[in-house]
Nanobody, 115 residues
Framework: QVQLVESGGGLVQPGGSLRLSCAAS????????MGWYRQAPGNERDLVASITSRASTNYADSVKGRFTISRDNAKNTVYLQMNSLKVEDTAVYYCNKIPRRPGYWGQGTQVTVSS
């Protein structure tokens, strides 16, 4: 059973940066395509960035050029570097496999962008 633990969220002003981490245990992490998802109140949980086992990346249009996903297979960890943050980036951020597995969701990490 794979367990995912997200961390690194917080309160930041517009234009600021945060780096999120997702630590995985169990399973064969290095083979997984992983994604960062986010959910704002009243919204669906949407995919914002993904990274394959070979480190090929893809981004939602709303974060392209501002967010960078990366992974460290030796540490079983996937990261999301978020720069030039906007108020509309406020959400709980989660990681999961792609396609998402319902039983793999962690507690998420809250990102709040506010002045």
């Amino acid at each position: 059973q794979v367990q995912l633990v997200e961390s690194g969220g917080g309160l930041v002003q517009p234009g600021g940066s945060l780096r999120l981490s997702c630590a995985a245990s169990g399973g064969n992490f290095r083979l997984y395509t992983m994604g960062w998802y986010r959910q704002a109140p009243g919204n669906e949980r949407d995919l914002v960035a993904s990274i394959t086992s070979r480190a090929s990346t893809n981004y939602a249009d709303s974060v392209k050029g501002r967010f960078t996903i990366s992974r460290d297979n030796a540490k079983n960890t996937v990261y999301l570097q978020m720069n030039s943050l906007k108020v509309e980036d406020t959400a709980v951020y989660y990681c999961n496999k792609i396609p998402r597995r319902p039983g793999y969701w962690g507690q998420g990490t809250q990102v709040t962008v506010s002045s």
